[in-house]
T-cell receptor
Framework: AQKVTQAQTEISVVEKEDVTLDCVYE???????LFWYKQPPSGELVFLIR??????QNEISGRYSWNFQKSTSSFNFTITASQVVDSAVYFC???????????FGKGTRLHILP | NAGVTQTPKFRILKIGQSMTLQCAQD?????MYWYRQDPGMGLKLIYY???????DKGEVPNGYNVSRSTTEDFPLRLELAAPSQTSVYFC??????????????FGSGTRLTVV
């Protein structure tokens, strides 16, 4: 069965520090998709990235970077030089090829302190 | 394109009342989903649909019903509201191309309180 674990429930860092959010997943499929979403205090879900299981290249987008490692079933998310606006709940999610439904982790609440 | 539209945005129900949460998408996506997010928690899948006329249960389907008579609409029905159904409900849709490309779009959510 598919499962996403975000072991960090809540993290607080001081502005400008780097922070890494961990995500470990379980799946029986060889083809699957991994996602990160941001949920700011306003409540909407903001799509950040989708990665398919065949593409293990790390991705960088501005201050955001993602490290996908199939060997450890992890898809970690790093924010460099964090800003107060990064404060939000971040969700890692998994979708298997067989049916497309996304299963979410429980989320990590990130506090960036000024 | 409006994307995924959910109505209402907020609702207060009394225990035992019924209501339908509406979800519509104008992107011609085949797949649609309903999630609930309890306070401080992640999203849990209630029901999903892979196309008009086809629906299936997710992780937490009890107390809910869905229908998918058209590609555009995927309403979620609560028959006998209970306090445990107090939550934020998100509708989503997705598409898949033969090449494997696909994307998800989420609605802005419906905040439901049952008192």
């Amino acid at each position: 069965a598919q499962k996403v674990t975000q072991a960090q429930t809540e993290i607080s860092v001081v502005e400008k520090e780097d922070v890494t959010l961990d995500c470990v997943y379980e799946t029986r499929d060889t083809t699957y998709y991994l996602f990160w979403y941001k949920q700011p205090p306003s409540g909407e879900l903001v799509f950040l990235i989708r990665r398919n299981s065949f593409d293990e290249q790390n991705e960088i987008s501005g201050r955001y970077s993602w490290n996908f490692q199939k060997s450890t079933s992890s898809f970690n998310f790093t924010i460099t030089a964090s800003q107060v606006v990064d404060s939000a709940v971040y969700f890692c999610a998994l979708s298997e090829n067989r049916d497309d439904k996304i299963i979410f982790g429980k989320g990590t609440r990130l506090h960036i302190l000024p | 394109n409006a994307g995924v539209t959910q109505t209402p945005k907020f609702r207060i129900l009394k225990i035992g009342q019924s209501m339908t949460l509406q979800c519509a998408q104008d992107m011609n996506h085949n797949y649609m989903y309903w999630y609930r997010q309890d306070p401080g928690m992640g999203l849990k899948l209630i029901y999903y649909s892979v196309g008009a006329g086809i629906t299936d249960k997710g992780e937490v389907p009890n107390g809910y019903n869905v229908s998918r008579s058209t590609t555009e609409d995927f309403p979620l029905r609560l028959e006998l509201a209970a306090p445990s159904q107090t939550s934020v409900y998100f509708c989503a849709s997705s598409y898949r191309l033969p090449s494997g490309r696909y994307g998800y779009t989420f609605g802005s959510g419906t905040r439901l309180t049952v008192v």
